[in-house]
């Protein structure tokens, strides 16, 4: 008697679906949408918070910048340092600043 109920997962459909569907609920049947040759170069984009983003300018550009109350704004190229969205958890200074990304 080495395989009575079939070798492993063997009636899941049929005569072991009480056990199936009580203790692996889901286990068949399929969910979503297909993606068809889905590659992930269109999904690549490192992020960066708000809260690292003076540490991507050098320590002199920064102290000059928070010091300095003239008419020119930094401007601080995300794509640069190699990111491409911005996100918004921190606080950034007073002073404004332009962010250039993607």
């Not at 079939?6 to 889901?26: L, M, T």
């Not at 992020?47 to 020119?72: G, M, P, Y």
Request: hydrophobic share 30%; proline share 6%.
């Amino acid at each position: 008697r080495k395989h009575p109920g079939g070798r492993g997962n063997a009636g899941g459909q049929h005569h072991h679906r009480i056990n199936f569907d009580k203790y692996h609920p889901g286990y068949f049947g399929k969910v979503g949408m297909r993606y068809y040759h889905k590659t992930q170069n269109k999904f690549f984009c490192p992020t960066v918070n708000i809260d690292r983003l003076w540490t991507l300018v050098s320590e002199q550009q920064r102290v000059h910048a928070l010091k300095d109350k003239s008419d020119k704004v930094p401007v601080i190229d995300v794509t640069k340092a190699g990111y491409f969205k911005v996100l918004g958890k921190g606080r950034l200074p007073e002073t404004p600043v332009i962010v250039k990304a993607k």
